[in-house]
């Protein structure tokens, strides 16, 4: 068991969340000893999942519906399947995006690092992308594509 305050270090967020958390009625099952909540293996476990679904842009009143379906049983795995299949999809999409982000930052990266080493922009502003170092091209394409 642990305190609100171990929870809170285990996953760096602070303990009025938690207590948000606990009134939103997402630790349906949590043990209370004097007022005082008491995070079992359980609770963690279902921490673990809430900011996982809040990282993927879930809502809190559709993460207290997803643990509504847990606490429904097995006639809700379908449910559950889809909300997670949705959320992959989004989180997949968002990785993409970055992806296309990091290799624009990478390219532009390279192309101030040649122009400061030509003294100007001229060369590599009309360079064909044939003609960047393979690393760069793809980064280049990929920063590039609609």
Not at 35 to 40: A, D, L, M, P, V
Not at 65 to 74: A, H, I, P, R, T
Not at 118 to 133: C, L, S, T, V
């Amino acid at each position: 068991m642990y305190t609100i305050g171990q929870a809170s270090e285990m996953f760096n967020i602070p303990i009025s969340t938690l207590r948000y958390y606990d009134k939103e009625g997402l630790f349906p099952e949590i043990q209370r000893s004097s007022g005082i909540r008491k995070f079992s293996d359980k609770e963690v476990d279902a921490l673990r999942v809430i900011e996982c679904l809040k990282k993927s842009g879930l809502e809190i009143k559709d993460i207290k519906q997803f643990m509504d379906w847990c606490v429904q049983g097995s006639e809700t795995y379908p449910q559950r399947l889809a909300l997670f299949v949705k959320q992959r999809k989004q989180a997949e999409a968002e990785i993409e995006h970055m992806n296309q982000v990091l290799d624009m930052l990478k390219f532009k990266c390279w192309y101030y690092e040649e122009a400061m080493k030509d003294g100007n922009e001229d060369r590599i502003k009309n360079m064909n992308p044939a003609d960047m170092p393979e690393e760069i091209r793809r980064a280049y394409e990929n920063s590039h594509r609609d």
